[in-house]
C-alpha cells in the first residue's frame, strides 16, 4: 500500500530492458534531452504520448492537462511552451485531442463537476462559437466528436497566438503546430489539417479547418 513495489519492480525490469537494447541508452539522455517535438495532450491515462507515437524517452516534450487546453494566463503552460521552443528548440508543436474526451463531454453537456467547471468554460467558449452547428446535431456521439475536433482547432490557434511562437516565427525559427486527433477506438492518430508554419499562414488555414468542420455537419 505504501511502497507500490510492483511498480518499482517494473521499472527495474524496463531500465535493464533499456539498458540492454542500447548500451549507452541512459548515459546519452543524461547528457542532453534534444526532442524535436512539444505534445500538448489530454491527461486521460489512455492518451499516452509517447508510446502512441512510438517514442522513446527523450524524443518528446510533453504538456498534459484536461481536455488540451492552451490558455494565454496559464503559466504552467505557457512556461512548458517557452522552455520548448526558446531553449529546446523543438521543431513541431503537435496539440492532440481524443475522441470521447471526458472534459469536452462534460463541457457540451453542461455537467457540474466542481472546480473543473472553470477550467472547462474554455471549452464551453468553443462549444459556443460554434452552437448553431453542434445544436442542430441529434446524435450527441457525433456532436461530442466534432467539438472534440473544434477544441483542438481552437488550441492550435491558441498556441500560435502566443509571444513566444510569434516571437520564434519573427526570428525566422523553423517552427510548424500541427492539430491531430486520437481515436481511443482503434489506437490511430488523425491530422485536422491546420498545420501552421508561419504567422501569415495562421487565418486562412484557422478559417478553412473551421468551416471545413463546419460543413461536414
Ligand atoms: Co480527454
Redesign the pocket.
Known amino acids: 500500500m505504501r511502497t507500490l513495489q510492483h511498480l518499482f519492480e517494473s521499472n527495474r525490469n524496463w531500465a535493464e530492458g533499456a539498458k540492454m537494447a542500447d548500451p549507452d541508452f541512459f548515459e546519452r539522455l543524461v547528457a542532453q534531452q534534444n526532442p524535436k517535438y512539444l505534445w500538448i495532450g489530454?491527461?486521460?491515462s489512455r492518451?499516452p504520448a509517447n508510446q502512441i507515437t512510438g517514442l522513446t524517452p527523450g524524443e518528446v516534450f510533453v504538456h498534459r492537462n484536461?481536455?488540451?487546453v492552451v490558455v494565454h494566463s496559464d503559466f504552467n503552460c505557457l512556461s512548458v511552451i517557452e522552455y520548448a521552443v526558446a531553449y529546446l528548440k523543438v521543431e513541431h508543436i503537435i496539440v492532440c485531442?481524443?475522441y470521447g474526451?471526458?472534459?469536452?463531454k462534460a463541457a457540451l453537456q453542461n455537467n457540474k463537476l466542481g472546480l473543473i467547471d472553470n477550467w472547462l468554460r474554455h471549452i464551453r467558449d468553443v462549444r459556443q462559437k460554434h452552437d448553431d452547428v453542434l445544436s442542430g446535431i441529434d446524435d450527441q456521439e457525433l456532436a461530442l466528436k466534432m467539438l472534440c475536433e473544434f477544441n483542438v482547432i481552437e488550441q492550435v490557434y491558441n498556441v500560435c497566438h502566443t509571444t513566444i511562437v510569434q516571437n520564434a516565427w519573427e526570428q525566422g525559427q523553423n517552427l510548424a503546430v500541427h492539430g491531430w486527433i486520437y481515436s481511443l477506438e482503434d489506437g490511430l492518430l488523425n491530422d485536422l489539417n491546420t498545420c501552421v508554419t508561419k504567422a501569415d499562414e495562421l487565418s486562412s488555414i484557422y478559417r478553412l479547418a473551421v468551416s471545413t468542420k463546419r460543413e461536414q455537419v
Not at 474526451?101 to 469536452?104: I, L, T
Open positions: 489530454c491527461a486521460d492518451v484536461i481536455a488540451n485531442g481524443h474526451c471526458g472534459g469536452v
